[in-house]
């Protein structure tokens, strides 16, 4: 049976990402979904699915704080080509580097940074927060059925710019892009929450689960 991992590592509440990613396992027999902090249960998955809420920074001391976990997650997306999902923090850390507070070094898989958001008009606040409408920029099995204009829930200070635009598969505008959705090889990555985000998000969520690289 194909194991979907949920990584755990104390970096926001998983309870609804558990949920809506039981609710697609089931409608697309995917297998099925268990919630980890450990390495072990990450050497066997068939894909992963790495959350986060809050700081990059913490988020990625956090990760690194729970032994062997950031290496299990290392070796089966870089070496096992284990399809990917990174939600909000966790699509962050995707990055060469966070600029939030402090430099910090991302995983470096897809090139490029965090930065904060500054919006053109003055008059937007930040956080990005609440919903807004997807862009799609480049075509990916697990935006199948999703189109420009439909809408994702966001909630976030810094986005994500990406060194290749090849890289960037869909955006959102806040007086300006916001990287919404980035990916490459096996790996990708959402800003906004899937989870939170109704008929878009479950939609992406049960493309991710059926998707074969």
Request: hydrophobic residues 45%.
């Amino acid at each position: 049976m194909s194991l979907t991992v949920l990584v755990d590592y104390d970096s926001g509440n998983l309870h609804s990402a558990e949920k809506a990613f039981q609710r697609m396992a089931l409608e697309v027999g995917a297998g099925e979904v268990l919630v980890t902090s450990r390495p072990e249960d990450v050497a066997r998955a068939d894909r992963v699915v790495l959350p986060g809420d809050g700081a990059f920074p913490a988020c990625r001391r956090a990760l690194g704080a729970y032994g062997g976990l950031a290496e299990a997650i290392e070796e089966a997306v870089t070496v096992r080509a284990v399809p990917f999902l990174g939600i909000c923090v966790g699509m962050q850390m995707l990055a060469t580097w966070g600029r939030e507070y402090e430099d910090t070094a991302g995983f470096g898989w897809i090139g490029g940074e965090v930065v904060r958001i500054t919006p053109a008009d003055p008059a937007l606040k930040v956080p990005h927060m609440g919903w807004n409408d997807l862009v799609i920029d480049r075509a990916h099995p697990v935006l199948d059925g999703i189109a420009t204009g439909d809408h994702a829930y966001f909630v976030h200070s810094y986005h994500f710019r990406v060194d290749d635009p090849a890289h960037l598969l869909a955006h959102a505008d806040y007086a300006g892009p916001i990287t919404a959705i980035v990916g490459r090889d096996t790996i990708v990555g959402t800003q906004f929450h899937p989870e939170k985000s109704q008929a878009t998000g479950l939609r992406l969520i049960g493309n991710f689960l059926r998707w074969r690289p």
